[in-house]
């Protein structure tokens, strides 16, 4: 029960420091950052760790975990970053 716990938590956990990130990125540049965010699932093997809140499940081809919404990333950086996002002047 305790293993089942620790990897359950383990996307929540990702996701909100993933959204703490972005909150405290400096959002200095006009715009914003909108689109549907690609979902985990359907991320290529190879590029998982790129799409924040998405890591590669152990010991299985796959990408799992909770993306990080487009309109709560600041920055374009970051938003370019971020399968399915854009950032809008």
Not at 12 to 36: E, R
Not at 72 to 86: A, E, M, V, W, Y
Request: net charge positive; proline share 7%.
């Amino acid at each position: 029960m305790k293993n089942f716990l620790r990897m359950s938590s383990l996307p929540l956990f990702m996701l909100l420091t993933s959204v703490s990130f972005s909150m405290n990125a400096s959002a200095d540049d006009k715009g914003h950052c909108t689109g549907k965010v690609t979902h985990c699932d359907q991320i290529p093997d190879g590029k998982c760790t790129n799409q924040t809140g998405c890591f590669p499940k152990a010991g299985e081809a796959k990408c799992i975990g909770i993306p990080l919404a487009c309109g709560l990333i600041l920055t374009p950086d970051h938003c370019g970053k971020q399968s399915g996002c854009t950032w809008s002047p």
